[in-house]
């Protein structure tokens, strides 16, 4: 649960900026419920917009990566539906909380798809706080390495229509074999027109490992805070690969590319080895179907987010 905290911290962050890229006013919420000692050091000390030493710039940077990531499955996501799909499945969503902060379609059915224990404190926290799903929002608890699949079916999935999928933080947190079988079920589950947005590379693109790509990104708040589902380097089949040999059309994006698009250029002032995570590739893919010949914008363009 500790990456799920970060993300939900990083988001509790970027809701002070004067321009925030995401507005997730739940975040705080659940991040008091859980009152995590690192993640709650990292809120109480700030974000410093004008950075003046290694620990601000850390802070800084790791906010501009989390919200830049986060803006763009927000826009994947709004695409898809604006072109007309209205099942959407969240895997290993943990904490996050798009079906309440997001603006969905009616007739929209969000499944979230992650362990009994994560799901269950996110609910709890904002039931507590009296907070409502934007839309029909269905819960799976299971995890990515059990039987997921027939569970979400049980939930309502239908196959047979498309469906926007979404893997968040996922590909550096499952073993290869879990990792690889997620992908083929994906696959499986996908009606011509489904869309997926994740991430297509392991957490340090260089080949560094996971103990030294997390070290070189961290604030001290966040220093012995638990780490090791980013430790799997085993074998895997990078997603895009997954998803092109089946006849899907992809399109990738590095967190660089990404953070000049919203107006959050990382510049020339990184902390030594935050280059893993500025070249991070992030992947939208489309399995085609004449459905998206008279949609108004395909989710694989650059359109913009509704917040």
């Given at each position: 649960m500790q990456i799920g905290l970060t993300i939900a911290a990083m988001k509790a962050l970027e809701v002070r900026r004067a321009q925030p890229l995401l507005f997730d006013a739940h975040a705080r919420t659940i991040l008091d419920a859980v009152a995590d000692p690192h993640t709650q050091a990292l809120l109480d000390i700030g974000l410093h917009e004008n950075p003046s030493t290694a620990?601000?710039?850390?802070?800084?940077?790791?906010?501009?990566?989390?919200?830049?990531?986060?803006?763009?499955?927000d826009e994947s996501l709004l695409a898809s539906v604006t072109n007309g799909i209205r099942q959407v499945v969240l895997l290993a969503g943990g904490l996050?909380?798009?079906?309440?902060?997001?603006?969905?379609?009616?007739?929209?059915?969000?499944?979230?798809?992650?362990?009994?224990?994560?799901?269950?404190v996110k609910m709890k926290a904002l039931d507590n706080a009296g907070a409502e799903p934007?839309?029909?929002?269905?819960?799976?608890?299971?995890?990515?390495?059990?039987?997921?699949?027939?569970?979400?079916?049980?939930?309502?999935?239908?196959?047979?229509?498309?469906?926007?999928?979404?893997?968040?933080?996922?590909?550096?947190?499952?073993?290869?074999?879990?990792?690889?079988?997620?992908?083929?079920?994906?696959?499986e589950m996908s009606a011509p027109g489904s869309i997926i947005a994740t991430d297509n590379d392991p957490l340090a693109p260089s080949g560094r490992t996971w103990g030294e790509a997390v070290d070189a990104v961290l604030p001290d708040a966040l220093r012995g805070a638990d780490y090791s589902a980013l430790a799997h380097r085993d074998e895997r089949t990078?997603?895009?690969?997954?998803l092109s040999g089946h006849g899907w059309l992809t399109r990738t994006y590095t967190t660089r590319e990404l953070a000049e698009r919203y107006?959050?250029?990382?510049?020339?002032?990184?902390?030594?080895?935050?280059?893993?995570?500025?070249?991070?590739?992030?992947?939208?893919?489309?399995?085609?179907?004449?459905y998206l010949a008279h949609s108004t914008e395909s989710p694989l363009s650059d359109g913009p987010a509704d917040q």
């Open positions: 620990n601000e710039l850390s802070t800084h940077l790791l906010a501009n990566y989390v919200a830049a990531m986060c803006r763009y499955y996050d909380t798009r079906a309440y902060r997001l603006s969905w379609p009616a007739g929209t059915v969000v499944y979230e798809v992650d362990y009994a224990e994560v799901l269950t934007q839309t029909t929002q269905r819960m799976v608890l299971c995890g990515l390495g059990e039987q997921w699949q027939a569970e979400l079916t049980l939930a309502g999935f239908d196959p047979d229509i498309p469906t926007a999928w979404l893997a968040e933080c996922v590909v550096c947190n499952l073993p290869g074999g879990s990792h690889d079988t997620m992908f083929e079920r994906i696959i990078h997603p895009g690969d997954w107006g959050r250029p990382f510049g020339n002032e990184l902390v030594p080895g935050f280059d893993d995570l500025a070249d991070r590739r992030f992947l939208t893919a489309m399995l085609p179907t004449d």
